[in-house]
């Protein structure tokens, strides 16, 4: 439904002047309609005629995005205006960012990524070494202990070490359309999973997701503004015959296959030393278990390729 303005208004030659920022919908863009309204001198009934006619008419202006459509819109967000004389009176729309989103746009997408990494590593304990060196009174031979770490009679302390790993988080800015009840509902049953299929540049089984965390600015003239989702995972590789690094040997324990974010553990019994007599901690079991469980990473909506 259109208005018909009470008032004479003839756009003027400093009219449509653009600001479009092209690389995405989140940055400012703005856009000005210049007019001469012509039929009054009384400032209430400008004004009433401008809301009127802004609300109904102008409203909005749209400009085309390559790849995105329907067209992306600027709203009116405010306006101003001149007494020039001779009831006529100069009046100024300024157009801005409407917020990210568009009702019409059926199918949206992130508007803007950005990546985080850090490798500093993870803490782990860990009761057994890659390799030892022992030694003991001149005269006397030290007791092998398969190495393991710190035995204490019959325990074996261990001790915490920083282990490889490599954790990074992915931050895209969307539409709000995007971001439903059931879509935070799958984000937070996948929290604390292992994919189930190769995900970035990853196999199966080698990336577990930490979580989703997420922000919005809302604004009642403006609407919805952008979701900011922050998505954060952590890298272990397998180990194995077709894993990313070798079978592990614990003792004379050998070809132990273990997923990437599964918890290894170490069985030890007393045993003599034949060359001593004293007894050490030996590795007799080594148990693999699975912890988390598997889940499809592409339910996330950010995509399963790429590099990290």
């Known amino acids: 439904m259109s208005y018909t303005p009470t ?17 995405g919908r989140k940055a400012p863009s703005s856009f000005l309609l210049s007019f001469k309204v ?3 001198s009384d400032d209430q009934i400008l004004h009433a005629d401008c809301n009127q006619h802004i609300t ?9 995005v390559i790849g995105i459509a329907p067209a992306f819109k600027l709203r009116a967000e405010s306006y101003s205006t001149d007494y020039i004389g001779d009831k006529c009176y100069k009046v100024t729309i300024q157009y801005e960012k409407a917020g990210a989103d568009d009702p019409s746009d059926n199918n949206p997408q992130p508007l803007r990524r950005t990546r985080q990494f850090d490798t500093s590593g993870r803490t782990a304990h860990i009761t057994q070494a890659k390799s ?10 030290a007791t092998a202990r398969k190495s393991a770490i710190n035995v204490n ?15 990074w988080t992915e931050t895209y800015d969307v539409p709000s359309a995007y971001v439903t009840s059931a879509y935070i509902k799958t984000a937070a049953s996948l929290t604390g999973t292992v994919n189930n299929a190769a995900f970035r540049t990853f196999d199966a089984g080698e990336v577990l997701f930490l979580g989703l965390s997420g922000s919005q600015e ?3 003239q403006k609407g919805n503004g952008p979701w ?8 272990s590789p397998n180990a194995g015959a077709s894993g990313t690094i070798p079978a592990i040997t614990v003792g004379d324990i050998t070809g132990i296959e273990k997923m990437g974010h599964d918890y290894m553990w170490v069985n030890y019994q007393q ?10 901690a030996k590795p007799i079991e080594v148990y693999v278990n699975k912890v988390y469980r598997d889940s499809n990473f592409s339910s996330l909506g950010i995509g399963t390729t790429g590099v990290t």
């Open 153 to 167: 009679g019959d325990r074996v302390d261990g001790v915490d070490i920083v282990e490889p790993a490599l954790s």
């Open 7 to 23: 008032l004479t208004w003839i756009e003027d030659k400093e009219s449509r002047k653009a600001t479009i920022v092209r690389l």
């Open 218 to 220: 809302a604004d009642a």
């Open 228 to 235: 900011s989702l922050s998505y954060k995972f952590v890298a």
């Open 271 to 280: 045993e003599a030393n034949s060359t001593t007599s004293q007894l050490y």
């Open 56 to 64: 109904t008419n102008l409203q909005y202006w749209s400009y085309p």
């Open 132 to 141: 030892e060196t022992a030694y003991a009174l001149t005269g006397a031979t």
């Open 38 to 40: 012509f039929g009054t």
